[in-house]
Nanobody, 122 residues
Framework: QVHLVESGGGLVQAGGSLTLSCTAT????????MGWYRQAPGKQRELVAT???????NYADSVKGRFTISRDSGYLTVSLQMNSLKPEDTAVYYC????????????????WGKGTLVTVSP
């Protein structure tokens, strides 16, 4: 089975930093795209940042210049360095991966982590 294991959430004051990490485990042929989405209270889940193995990186406008997403050399771990955090960044952050399993003959399937809470105090 494929599992996405997240870490790094917590409580931080405005202006501070946190780093989120997510590792994909299981019968994985490839994970073309990995990244992070978040869901704030009363809001829909929204994209934060994604990174593909071909180098394409996508950031939400609200985090550009503050957050940096990266993939490890094995392309099974994704990290999100979050700087200059704002109270409006408070949300549950979910790791995302587009995973091709097994022998690599099928299209990618979306997988989600359980979420890690990031709370930014004023």
């Amino acid at each position: 089975q494929v599992h996405l294991v997240e870490s790094g959430g917590g409580l931080v004051q405005a202006g501070g930093s946190l780093t989120l990490s997510c590792t994909a485990t299981g019968n994985i042929f490839s994970a073309n795209t990995m990244g992070w989405y978040r869901q704030a209270p009363g809001k829909q889940r929204e994209l934060v940042a994604t990174a593909a193995t071909d180098g394409f990186i996508n950031y939400a406008d609200s985090v550009k210049g503050r957050f940096t997403i990266s993939r490890d050399s094995g392309y099974l771990t994704v990290s999100l360095q979050m700087n200059s955090l704002k109270p409006e960044d408070t949300a549950v952050y979910y790791c995302y991966a587009d995973v091709v399993v097994g022998g690599g003959k099928n299209r990618g399937v979306d997988y989600w982590g359980k979420g890690t809470l990031v709370t930014v105090s004023p």
